[in-house]
């Protein structure tokens, strides 16, 4: 049985992995994903473990609500709970290494 998890940045980074996921389930939101990221498909899966990349996920999600609300509808998630993990991984006070 998995551990509950607590901390909001972890699950914010947990929701980003569903949102790329969500992406890259659809080839025209992925290409254009990918064109704006500038980074390549044979480099995505490396990118997902930065924690900056996740935040530039949620940002290109957060920025249409037709795909806030379908990624929503998908990952059965609240469009807040989107919003508050969007909000997490764009904190710039929080550092991984510190309690």
């Known amino acids: 049985?998995?551990?509950p998890v607590h901390n909001p940045r972890e699950v914010a980074e947990i929701v980003a992995v569903q949102a790329l996921s969500?992406?890259?389930g659809d080839p025209e939101r992925l290409g254009l994903?990918?064109?704006e990221s500038g980074i390549?498909?044979?480099t995505l899966r490396n990118a997902a473990s930065d924690p900056q990349f996740l935040a530039s996920v949620l940002d290109f999600v957060m920025r249409d609500d037709a795909t806030v609300k379908?990624?929503?509808s998908?990952?059965?998630l609240h469009p807040t709970n989107i919003a508050a993990?969007?909000?997490?991984?764009?904190?710039?006070?929080?550092?991984?290494?510190v309690p």
Request: avoid cysteine; aromatic fraction near 12%; glycine fraction near 4%.
């Open 1 to 3: 049985m998995k551990k």
């Open 22 to 24: 969500f992406i890259a």
């Open 33 to 35: 994903f990918l064109a």
């Open 40 to 42: 390549g498909p044979e």
């Open 70 to 72: 379908a990624f929503a």
């Open 74 to 76: 998908v990952s059965q």
């Open 85 to 97: 993990a969007h909000q997490a991984l764009n904190d710039p006070r929080w550092e991984r290494d």
